[in-house]
């Protein structure tokens, strides 16, 4: 079975500081991986898709992730984040063969001024 | 661009009451998905259909009944609703080939 865990509940960074989500993700075939954004009463929207190809991955507002077969993560990175990066951050999987989509609990990332 | 419309944005129903979420998308997405959103436990799928005239289980379908209308349109159905309902809800879409989903904005549910 597919499970996506995110081990960081909150993380709390400066402005201008560079910040890593960290997400790992258990499957026995291939994935897809994802990381939305969800910002206060809002629904989630897409960051950065892994499908295949290039294991580095470049999205929308600065945001980059990695995706590392061997340790099984795709974590989000951030060279410098700002005020406005502040939301919650959620990590998603799905796999071939399947129209399921599994979310980790998310990660609330907050800007510091 | 509408992507994926919800409605109502808000609801407050009495236990035992029911009332029917409805969602809409005009992206010709063939898979729809219907998620709750819980404090501290992400997004937890209800029910999902692959395309239109199937209909299939997620991870937590009791309680909770759902129509794919045609391929636009899939409603969630409360027949009932207990107080363990309140949460918000989101409906989302996603094309062929594990394409990454689009969602709504979302319903905020409160069963007093």
């Known amino acids: 079975a597919q499970s996506v865990t995110q081990l960081d509940s909150q993380v709390p960074v400066f402005e201008e500081a560079p910040v890593e989500l960290r997400c790992n993700y258990s499957?026995?075939?291939?994935?897809?991986l994802f990381w939305y954004v969800q910002y206060p009463n809002q629904g989630l929207q897409l960051l950065l898709k892994y499908l295949s190809g290039s294991t580095l991955v470049k999205g929308i507002n600065g945001f980059e992730a990695e995706f590392n077969k061997s340790q099984t993560s795709f974590h989000l990175r951030k060279p410098s984040v700002h005020i406005s990066d502040t939301a919650e951050y959620f990590c998603a999987v799905s796999s071939s063969g399947t129209y399921k989509y599994i979310f980790g609990t998310g990660t609330r990332l907050k800007v510091l001024a | 661009n509408a992507g994926v419309t919800q409605t109502p944005k808000f609801q407050v129903l009495k236990t035992g009451q029911s009332m029917t979420l409805q969602c809409a998308q005009d992206m010709n997405h063939n898979s729809m998905y219907w998620y709750r959103q819980d404090p501290g436990m992400g997004l937890r799928l209800i029910y999902y259909s692959a395309s239109e005239g199937t209909t299939d289980k997620g991870e937590v379908p009791n309680g909770y009944n759902v129509s794919r209308l045609n391929k636009r349109e899939f409603s969630l159905r409360l027949e009932s609703a207990a107080p363990s309902q309140t949460s918000v809800y989101f409906c989302?879409?996603?094309?062929?080939?594990?394409?990454?989903?689009?969602f709504g904005n979302g319903t905020r549910l409160s069963i007093l």
């Open positions: 499957s026995s075939v291939s994935v897809y």
């Open positions: 989302a879409s996603s094309g062929q080939g594990n394409q990454p989903q689009h």
